[in-house]
């Protein structure tokens, strides 16, 4: 294939890096024209891509690469907070070269209040200022010494907003990994919303404020509007740079993808989501766990299923026992929809006996729902029953739902079993059922799996 290396790296190109370089893009040639506007048309819009043209110079392809992935590199964040690191380090060090004071005293120079990595910068300035000061260099000192003293409040500032934004995270990352909203997390929320709406505050303490109003959204539906305006507002940062990372942005797009299916708007939410497993970064699994989720309420389950499947290496390497867990549940859901019980119980099985203490500390529920809605499906209550008892599900479930609303799963599974083996009938499991069912409903104004509510209807059809 021609042209196969710049086709690959456009391919690899986020809709905002585009519009980011669009920004910069100031070509004169009437080649590098037509090939930037190929590039747009195919990234940003659903049109049938175009091909390029093979009548450019292959130099010019060769030339425009190197162009993208230079001006992404400098309006990456990341990279530049590597480099204030770098700057500290051969501070601290007394290595500073006379080239690297050059390119320092040019950043500070041309600094832009309310950098995304203003703390890291200024704190890196103030070390600068004590190097200058015990070596008697005074030729920099009036620069370096304004800087310090103009920012000095704001850094302050900065700071003690980001001590507080730990307290605000701890509270509200609890409440999201139990799945309940306490006043303990709630109360951040008028701080947040005043937070983010501040753009004097440094970029990574307001985009920390967007991530948890969207933990707060998730908890509470009448937050879920407010947050997608939000992530609106927030995108003139990342197309004109001043947010621009890779990670970020795969973030930004998991993140507005989560809130989109809380709303049910599957459609929207699958564009963003197809976004944020761009690449498998350290965010990988996170990120396709709810994208397939997302493909499973469209009922694209097939196409999910081979997604996991062929992310499995990749959850195998991974640390995070939370993410893993996840995963493992994941997979089992995907090979259930697919109708493909008996893979979805192999997988289940062989996996709890490697990883049976990281599922019990993680996800514990949403696994053992799956594992059992398996067992069901098969027609082998015996196990079910035996798994439920072994592991204490309906303890667990009951202090689980003392804390918060939700289904009585794991009860409604072993009163399935109940009339399977002949220990109540028909019309008693169905009033059992119905009645939770009709009182959490309406109380709680919540509503069932749909997977399990066909089990149910299901077993008394049999």
Known sequence: MKLK???????????????????????????????????RHNVLTNAKKKAFSLSCDKRKYSHMMNWMQARLDEHCTDNYYESLNYFDN??????????????????????EPHHFHFIRFYEVVKNYLNFLLVRVRLNDYELINKFVHNYHDDYIRSKNIGDRMTQATSDIVTDYHSGRLTQNSLKWSPWLERLFRDESIDGFNRYQTLILLSYLALLKNDLLEPAIGYYDQLEAKLKDGSYYS????????????LILMKLHKYDQALYYGRLSISEQGHDYI??????????????????????????????????????????????????NDNGQFKNARQYAENQLVQYEKDILEH?????????????????????AKKTIKRYGLLDRESAELKAYAGFPYFKWFMT????????????????????????LTHSQNIRPSESVMVLLEDALKE
């Open 363 to 383: 996800n514990w529920n949403k696994f053992f729902r799956t594992y059992l809605e398996t067992l069901l499906h098969l027609g082998d209550y015996k196990h």
């Open 90 to 111: 051969k501070i601290k060090t007394d290595a500073l070269s006379s080239e690297e004071e050059r390119i320092l005293l040019k950043l500070i120079k041309n600094y």
């Open 5 to 39: 290396k710049f086709s690959k790296f456009v391919d690899s190109l986020l809709p905002h890096e585009v519009l980011l370089l669009e920004r910069c893009a100031q070509f004169q040639d009437v080649d590098r024209i037509e090939i930037f506007e190929t590039v």
């Open 246 to 257: 890779r990670k970020l942005l795969l973030n930004f797009y998991g993140n507005r993808q």
């Open 286 to 335: 996170m990120y396709l766990n709810n994208y397939c989720f997302n493909l499973l309420k469209l009922e694209r389950a097939k196409e999910a299923l081979q997604l996991l499947k062929d992310a499995l290496p990749f959850a195998r390497q991974m640390s995070n026992k939370y993410n893993k867990s996840l995963f493992i549940s994941s997979l089992v859901k995907c090979y």
């Open 416 to 439: 399935l079993i109940d009339f399977k083996q002949g220990n109540i009938n028909g019309v008693r499991f169905r009033k059992l059922i119905l009645r939770e069912r009709e009182h």
